[in-house]
């Protein structure tokens, strides 16, 4: 047996931005591996990494798009410049990230230059929302010391919980210790779930690729990064299908040592 974290969420209207989407900010149909871990450092207080292992699965009634303010960075474009009153219309950004807020004088402008301001202006976006989304998150710390820190943590955070955008708060209707079994591959009993999952492709062996055992768009699913001259890079994205919902479970994959059952809800858990 193996003991976890299972976390027992709902969402009402989130987005999990897929990082490459821009024009229109795409969703993740769950929530990236980042994000996740994420939430359990934000929620514990964390100021530093703590590594540990994910499995994410969840089900959504719809996807709706919707508009939001985003905040896009501009030259000091003319198109901006009001001529009755001689000044822009935007915030000003220096290239040291110290914000100043309302209008500037056009004749400050050829200052900022020289310092390197950046524009910043506000222009409608249109976001993509998932929406009643409940999620079964269970959470392996690779360090055991952790264990008890993130149980009571997701259970009294130091904040409101958010998955996704600051603004996604998500509603907690259960955090528990579990304990996890192997999947019986003897059985006679086939073993699904009721819920679309993230599985790692890498358990999923060549012989059953090839023979299209396996569905599911492959997604790259963002999980660890660092930070290099102040720029977020990746340096761990786990390739994942998005298994649907009551997809039967092969053999080959419940063999996996990252690969356990949740007895209790009756759930394959894929830790990545």
């Not at 821009?22 to 359990?40: A, D, H, K, Q």
């Not at 996704?164 to 591959?185: C, H, N, P, S």
């Not at 768009?217 to 963002?222: A, Q």
Request: aromatic share 10%; hydrophobic share 35%; glycine share 4%.
């Amino acid at each position: 047996m193996l003991k976890a974290i299972r976390v027992h969420m709902f969402q009402q209207m989130p987005n999990y931005r897929k990082p490459a989407s821009f024009l229109i900010r795409e969703t993740f149909p769950l929530p990236p591996y980042s994000s996740v871990i994420g939430m359990v450092h934000s929620a514990c207080g964390f100021d530093s990494y703590h590594s540990m292992k994910v499995s994410i699965q969840g089900s959504s009634a719809s996807e709706v798009n919707n508009l939001e303010t985003m905040h896009i960075k501009d030259n000091n474009s003319t198109d901006n410049f009001n001529k009755k009153t001689g000044k822009y219309r935007y915030t000003y950004v220096t290239g040291n990230i110290d914000y100043e807020k309302g209008t500037i004088e056009q004749s400050q402008i050829v200052q900022y230059n020289e310092n390197e301001a950046v524009g910043v202006m506000k222009v409608p976006n249109s976001v993509q929302l998932l929406t009643d989304v409940e999620l079964y998150i269970h959470i392996l710390p690779e360090n055991p010391e952790d264990f008890d820190k993130i149980l009571n943590g997701l259970r009294s955070p130091n904040e409101y919980i958010s998955l996704g955008r600051r603004e996604d708060i998500a509603r907690i209707d259960e955090v528990e210790a579990v304990e996890l079994d192997k999947i019986d591959v003897y059985s006679d009993e086939s073993v699904s779930s009721k819920f679309s999952a993230y599985l790692p492709v890498d358990y999923i062996s060549k012989d059953d690729e090839i023979s299209g055992e396996n569905i599911g768009t492959v997604y790259k699913v963002t999980k660890e990064f660092e930070i290099v001259k102040d720029k977020r890079i990746w340096k761990n994205i786990v390739s994942a299908r998005f298994l649907p919902p009551e997809k039967e479970i092969l053999d080959s994959v419940a063999e996996h040592e990252n690969v356990y059952y949740d007895t209790t809800e009756k759930l394959p858990v894929f830790f990545a």
